[in-house]
């Protein structure tokens, strides 16, 4: 199961090791491996997010919920942003029907 409420931010146990975090980054970039970790946990969750849409509506069920519209709004960026989320057919499938829901109600 999927723990949508759980950020990577939450990992940091503290200011001290968050700032080490960025300074890192700021001073030596991002190392191959942490971009294919990067790319690997984004497939492993979108892979999951597709299992879980082949059988439902939506991520936690068959109504509409505000977890549909914040991974909605992820999901719209990185395709934006030319991350193939086409290759999650399900995913794609549900990205339509909360275009549809949200046209609706506004």
Do not use: C
């Amino acid at each position: 199961e999927i723990n949508f409420f759980r950020s990577p931010w939450l990992d940091f146990q503290s200011k001290r090791s968050w700032l080490s975090f960025w300074k890192k980054h700021y001073d030596h970039g991002i190392t191959d491996d942490e971009v294919i970790e990067s790319g690997n946990k984004f497939k492993d969750i979108y892979s999951k997010f597709d299992s879980i849409l082949k059988n439902q509506n939506f991520l936690k069920g068959d109504e509409f919920t505000i977890v549909d519209l914040a991974w909605y709004v992820s999901t719209k960026r990185l395709y934006a942003a030319g991350i193939p989320i086409d290759k999650f057919k399900n995913v794609k499938i549900n990205q339509i029907m909360i275009i549809l829901i949200i046209e609706m109600m506004f």
